[in-house]
């Protein structure tokens, strides 16, 4: 693909004509478009276990779940995992590692998130990992 193609792939969200259709959007609609469906199979101080099946929104062009959508889930559940210790803001995102390990598949597949681990350093931040 020459460079101007991938240049208009990569900006044709960016058309004026697309700008009050997004900005109209309510407030942290994207955590609700992603997490919409998932399941809490599991909550403990420090521990969630969620399990999803994978709604036609959230594939990708090989008609799988989009490898964004899984980071986007497995930071939206580390964070909430923050709160299961009492914590009241959850901070930022520093790392994420994911191994993906095979593909799923619309209305076929269910996946589960099991995350994380939390440390607390006295008088300090609690990191999660």
Do not use: W
């Not at 058309?15 to 403990?44: C, W, Y």
């Not at 191994?99 to 994380?116: C, G, I, K, R, T």
């Amino acid at each position: 693909m020459d460079l101007e193609t991938v240049k208009k792939y990569l900006e044709k969200g960016s058309a004026d004509n697309n700008a009050s259709t997004v900005d109209g959007m309510p407030s942290q609609f994207f955590e609700k478009f992603i997490s919409q469906g998932l399941r809490v199979d599991l909550i403990e101080e420090g521990r969630l276990l969620c399990s999803m099946k994978v709604p036609p929104r959230l594939l990708n062009a090989g008609n799988f779940l989009h490898g964004g959508a899984t980071a986007s889930l497995v930071d939206l559940v580390g964070s909430a995992v923050i709160h299961t210790y009492g914590v009241s803001s959850t901070g930022v995102s520093v790392e994420i590692s994911i191994s993906y390990l095979d593909a799923a598949y619309v209305d076929v597949s269910e996946f589960l998130l099991l995350l994380p681990f939390l440390e607390c350093l006295p008088n300090s931040a609690c990191v999660a990992f």
